[in-house]
């Protein structure tokens, strides 16, 4: 019986265990954590219990080893834990991102829900379309295979539901109506609230706004629950690539990318851009699910063990050749726009679009997405690491803004709508307010008690 993703997993181990076998000497099999080795299971569990956690990535309790040599003996217990102040940063830039992004799309050339657009937003949307959302799968896999090992397959589920599913299904009935009610009003100002809700949650369309990354990664969270009570060790090739990354970060690069264009360009091909899969508030577009699966999966590779040793070291190589990974990603980006100016002037904005197109574009669109991954971490790692950041103050309500912002974006939009004034402006309102607004409402609900074991 074929067991969920196993065919991405067998790739995606498959493919570092070739290239480790290639590049590197056979070391001792490591232990996984908490699986084969019960003396560093309990000197781990002990570390856990001591020193002081953080939320992690959404509902994650994340915790970062620190060690200070890659020579030191891999069976020994970590000597002590910190707080990944990169990693914690990175987070909260995301979710600035997000807000950017959905500030500017109604002045752009694809958005154009508002009679004003700037270019530069054009930009914008392209570049962060192109890599944010699987970031954020990425830095949730860090974190789960520890999770689970630590807490155990059912408990880790039990604390995913809660963080994940309890909140899609709150936003699912309240905060996603009542962001769609205000496009609604713009086109039928005659509804009402109660009747607009009713017909979206009976008859539909229910979309599902950004919420429907949460449903996803509860889904790889149990596909990872259910590979880990299979193999824990499946994921070690990977973990063994990312410690030899530390080093030459570019074979990590290559192989992350061979792997994710493997799975993203023929989806991208074969359903479009636009195909989306819809069931109720349960949305994903289907050319982008196993492009998701990659990256999470990869950073779940990552965090099997010696999280800080690796790849993601703040003294690695990765974070020591940032301009590198700037020309990556500025190349492709390019060239993407290259292929839409074909696509408006030459083809005509056809439907569907031929072949070949789709196929250029997935790969440069693979190409950037890797590339500026890397070069995000890059700057986290190198500059971000420690001392204090005015990301800081966020962090802890990072995810509750995350949740209760698109309302907030979209009736900003509504009520900007009528005013007379260019883009460039309207778009920095909507987006400084809504950063302020949902901030605010995150900290007022994080009040509630118990509250803060969701939000």
């Given at each position: 019986?074929?067991?969920?993703?196993?065919?991405?997993?067998?790739?995606?181990?498959?493919?570092?265990?070739?290239?480790?076998?290639?590049?590197?000497?056979?070391?001792?099999?490591?232990?996984?954590?908490?699986?084969?080795?019960?003396?560093?299971?309990?000197?781990?569990?002990?570390?856990?219990?001591?020193?002081?956690?953080?939320?992690?990535?959404?509902?994650?309790?994340?915790?970062?080893?620190?060690?200070?040599?890659?020579?030191?003996?891999?069976?020994?217990?970590?000597?002590?834990?910190?707080?990944?102040?990169?990693?914690?940063?990175?987070?909260?830039?995301?979710?600035?991102?997000?807000?950017?992004?959905?500030?500017?799309?109604?002045?752009?050339?694809?958005?154009?829900?508002?009679?004003?657009?700037?270019?530069?937003?054009?930009?914008?949307?392209?570049?962060?379309d192109s890599f944010f959302m699987a970031m954020f799968f990425f830095l949730s896999g860090l974190f789960v295979w520890p999770g689970i090992a630590r807490k155990g397959p059912l408990?880790?589920?039990?604390?995913?539901?809660?963080?994940?599913?309890?909140?899609?299904?709150?936003?699912?009935?309240?905060?996603?109506?009542?962001?769609?009610?205000?496009?609604?009003?713009?086109?039928?100002?005659?509804?009402?609230?109660?009747?607009?809700?009713?017909?979206?949650?009976?008859?539909?369309?229910?979309?599902?706004?950004?919420?429907?990354?949460?449903?996803?990664?509860?889904?790889?969270?149990?596909?990872?629950?259910?590979?880990?009570?299979?193999?824990?060790?499946?994921?070690?090739?990977?973990?063994?690539?990312?410690?030899?990354?530390?080093?030459?970060?570019?074979?990590?690069?290559?192989?992350?990318?061979?792997?994710?264009?493997?799975?993203?360009?023929?989806?991208?091909?074969?359903?479009?851009?636009?195909?989306?899969?819809?069931?109720?508030?349960?949305?994903?577009?289907?050319?982008?699910?196993?492009?998701?699966?990659?990256?999470?999966?990869?950073?779940?590779?990552?965090?099997?063990?010696?999280?800080?040793?690796?790849?993601?070291?703040?003294?690695?190589?990765?974070?020591?050749?940032?301009?590198?990974?700037?020309?990556?990603?500025?190349?492709?980006?390019?060239?993407?726009?290259?292929?839409?100016?074909?696509?408006?002037?030459?083809?005509?904005?056809?439907?569907?679009?031929?072949?070949?197109?789709?196929?250029?574009?997935?790969?440069?669109?693979?190409?950037?997405?890797?590339?500026?991954?890397?070069?995000?971490?890059?700057?986290?790692?190198?500059?971000?690491?420690?001392?204090?950041?005015?990301?800081?103050?966020?962090?802890?309500?990072?995810?509750?803004?995350?949740?209760?912002?698109?309302?907030?974006?979209?009736?900003?939009?509504?009520?900007?709508?009528?005013?007379?004034?260019?883009?460039?402006?309207?778009?920095?309102?909507?987006?400084?307010?809504?950063?302020?607004?949902?901030?605010?409402l995150t900290r007022a609900l994080r009040q509630i008690p118990g509250a803060r074991r969701v939000l």
């Open positions: 019986m074929v067991r969920p993703c196993e065919p991405i997993l067998t790739l995606l181990s498959g493919a570092a265990a070739a290239v480790h076998c290639y590049l590197l000497p056979q070391r001792p099999t490591r232990p996984t954590w908490g699986v084969t080795n019960n003396v560093l299971a309990s000197r781990l569990d002990r570390s856990i219990i001591a020193a002081p956690c953080y939320q992690g990535l959404w509902g994650m309790r994340m915790t970062s080893i620190s060690q200070t040599a890659l020579a030191a003996d891999v069976h020994a217990a970590p000597k002590a834990k910190v707080r990944n102040f990169s990693l914690d940063r990175a987070r909260t830039f995301l979710t600035l991102v997000v807000l950017l992004h959905h500030a500017v799309i109604p002045y752009t050339y694809y958005g154009h829900t508002d009679p004003k657009e700037f270019f530069g937003f054009d930009m914008i949307v392209l570049a962060t408990n880790y589920l039990s604390d995913r539901l809660l963080r994940l599913g309890l909140p899609f299904v709150i936003c699912a009935f309240t905060v996603i109506p009542l962001a769609y009610y205000a496009i609604s009003l713009r086109h039928h100002p005659e509804i009402s609230f109660s009747e607009f809700w009713w017909t979206t949650i009976t008859k539909g369309p229910w979309p599902s706004g950004p919420i429907w990354f949460l449903w996803v990664l509860l889904t790889f969270d149990v596909v990872a629950c259910l590979l880990y009570r299979w193999s824990p060790n499946m994921l070690d090739p990977i973990n063994r690539l990312s410690l030899h990354g530390r080093r030459r970060p570019a074979v990590f690069f290559a192989v992350m990318l061979a792997v994710t264009a493997a799975f993203y360009v023929p989806g991208l091909m074969y359903y479009g851009p636009s195909s989306w899969l819809e069931f109720g508030p349960f949305s994903v577009q289907h050319g982008r699910v196993m492009l998701y699966a990659t990256y999470f999966f990869f950073g779940a590779g990552i965090g099997v063990q010696y999280l800080d040793r690796g790849l993601l070291a703040a003294d690695g190589r990765m974070a020591k050749v940032s301009w590198d990974w700037m020309i990556l990603a500025i190349v492709p980006y390019y060239l993407m726009w290259v292929l839409i100016s074909i696509k408006r002037e030459n083809l005509g904005n056809p439907s569907p679009l031929p072949n070949w197109y789709e196929g250029a574009y997935a790969v440069c669109f693979t190409v950037f997405s890797v590339a500026i991954l890397f070069l995000i971490l890059a700057y986290f790692l190198r500059f971000a690491s420690s001392g204090r950041s005015v990301l800081d103050p966020m962090q802890a309500d990072a995810y509750g803004m995350f949740l209760v912002h698109y309302p907030i974006t979209l009736w900003l939009q509504y009520w900007l709508f009528d005013f007379n004034m260019p883009a460039t402006v309207k778009a920095p309102i909507v987006f400084v307010l809504t950063v302020a607004f949902s901030w605010a």
